[in-house]
Structures are given as structure tokens and as C-alpha cells.
């Protein structure tokens, strides 16, 4: 299995964190602290110079945001409920000056607000009568992975690998997935957060052939039913910024724009921009 990402975990007498060491994205995020906050963001830095980060990423709750903006920290979005209804300031630290600097900014702009000015269009059940949607079984798991491969050069997570999908399956991710014929055209996936009660959709993909029938949307539909029943209280999307389908999907979908996460990750081949999306369901 890819071993591109790891946990790990720094403890003193009086700060703890713990935090995602992202080789692949270049990227180090804080995923749980407590204690000194200045010395948990010294702490940041220093394993992100060990490990080359390009970027250090960390939501805070509003009283804490003092402290990273005292240490260089830029604010580039909120998440409305990211902790169990309390809203995140999504900050970032540069370790690469050049990371700050966007490459797209004039078009990503134009995308959003086309997609923010986009009206809601409601799609019948019935169109849907001619697709199998489900949820990701381990049977699976191989079709999806050579789905998700064939369609992203590259992408944040190593979705191409069936092991990592089951994994996935089996832990904190809920999969949905599109088939017609048999043959997988659409996913959408949540990554559940137990303990804030938030989940992130992702792995949003449609078959090039079957855009434009609203199945994405669909999809993330269905999850939202599933995780709103489970008690889970907000949803949120790091989207494409350079992608109009599914920031227009988003926006149609009631989520709300939160912000654009600069050079954040690597897909389809480049480091690119996302735009923050965010809905509270519960």
C-alpha cells in the first residue's frame, strides 16, 4: 500500500499534537493539540522544515486564531460547525513563498461566481431508474480503483489502490458509487469524523460520458441523508477550484463558499487551488 502520508504525535509537559506528515501533497497538517498553542506551532515548523513542507495547514477554533496569525499564519477560509457546531478558521503557513502565489486566480474567480449565480435545478428520482446506486462493497474495490485512475492523473489520496479503497471502506469512509451496465460512471465518497461529527466529501468523479445528468449530485444527496441520520451535523468540500462542474454542484446543493485554500494539493498532475464549501445539516 502507498505509505506517501503518516500520523504522528509530539507530547511535553505542557502541549500535544498531532499531525499528518503529506510527502505526496508536500504539505503538513494539524489533525489535534492542546496546551501551549505557540509552542504547538513551533512545533509545526520545525517538522516542516525536517520534512521540506511546502505548506503547514491547520483549522482552529475562532478564540485560538490569535496565535497563528501572531506566528505568520494567513486565514484563507471558515467552515461553518467543523467542531460539533463551533465553526473552524482554516489557516496556512507558507513554508515555500512561492506556494502563496496562486497561478489562476482571474479564472478560478470567474468559475465562482458563475456557480454562485447558478439557480437551483431539482432532478427527478426517475432519472435515475436506469443506474445501479450503491454502496462501495469490497467486490468493488478493484473497478473502482481502475475508474478512479483512468479519469485523475493525479490525486491528493491513492484512490488508484484497491487496498487503500478498502481500507477506506472498512474505516471512516462512506462510498458511494453510479454503475450503468455494470460498469462504474459516478462516485462520491464522505470522510467521517466521529468525534466533531463533520464529514468531507471528496472523490466526486463522473465517467466524461454521463456529465451534465446531475449524478454527482445525486450521489451526495444520498450521503447527506446517511449522514444526517447518523447525527452528524456539518458537511464540507474541498473542491476544484479550476473546476466549474463541481463548485456548480456544490453551490446548487445549498453548501456555502468559505474560501480558496491556495496550492493546496496535487491533482490531475499540477498542485492546485481548492474552494472550501460547507453546509450544516444537523
Known amino acids: ?38 509552542k504547538v506551532i513551533e512545533q509545526l515548523k520545525r517538522v516542516s522544515h525536517q520534512t521540506q513542507a511546502g505548506k503547514i495547514i491547520a483549522y482552529v477554533q475562532e478564540q485560538e486564531k490569535i496565535y497563528l496569525e501572531q506566528h ?25 513563498s ?24 431539482k432532478t427527478s428520482p426517475g432519472e435515475f431508474n436506469k ?3 450503491r454502496n462501495v462493497s469490497e467486490a468493488d474495490t478493484p473497478a473502482l480503483a481502475a475508474f478512479m485512475d483512468k479519469h485523475f492523473d493525479t490525486y491528493p489520496t491513492p484512490v488508484h489502490d484497491p487496498r487503500y479503497i478498502k481500507k477506506a471502506i472498512t474505516g471512516q469512509y462512506l462510498f458511494k458509487i453510479a454503475l450503468f451496465d455494470g460498469e462504474i460512471v459516478c462516485t462520491a465518497s464522505a470522510d467521517c469524523n466521529q468525534t466533531l461529527l463533520n464529514a468531507e466529501i471528496t472523490d466526486c468523479l463522473t465517467h466524461p460520458d454521463f456529465r451534465g445528468q446531475g449524478l454527482n449530485g ?32 456544490l453551490s446548487k446543493k ?14 490531475m498532475g499540477n498542485i492546485e487551488d481548492m474552494n472550501i464549501w460547507g453546509k450544516i445539516i444537523g
Do not use: W
Request: aromatic residues 12%; charged residues 25%; proline residues 1%.
Open 218 to 249: 445525486h450521489l451526495i444527496d444520498l450521503l447527506e441523508e446517511d449522514l444526517r441520520g447518523s447525527g452528524y451535523i456539518t458537511l464540507f468540500s474541498l473542491a476544484r477550484a479550476i473546476s466549474p462542474g463541481i463548485n456548480r454542484v
Open 72 to 96: 505568520a499564519f494567513i486565514q484563507e477560509g471558515v467552515i461553518e460547525g467543523y467542531f460539533r457546531g463551533k465553526k473552524a478558521c482554516c489557516f496556512s503557513y507558507f513554508c515555500d
Open 131 to 133: 443506474y445501479t446506486i
Open 254 to 267: 445549498g453548501y456555502r463558499y468559505g474560501g480558496r485554500m491556495v496550492n493546496n494539493c496535487s491533482i
Open 1 to 38: 500500500m502507498c505509505t506517501r502520508t503518516h500520523d504522528s504525535e509530539i507530547r511535553a509537559d505542557d502541549h500535544y499534537l498531532k499531525y499528518l506528515s503529506d510527502h505526496y501533497n508536500q504539505r503538513l497538517i494539524l489533525l489535534n493539540y492542546a496546551g501551549n498553542m505557540d
Open 98 to 121: 512561492e506556494r502563496r502565489n496562486s497561478k489562476h486566480t482571474a479564472e478560478e474567480d470567474h468559475i465562482l461566481h458563475q456557480a454562485l449565480q447558478d439557480t437551483n435545478k
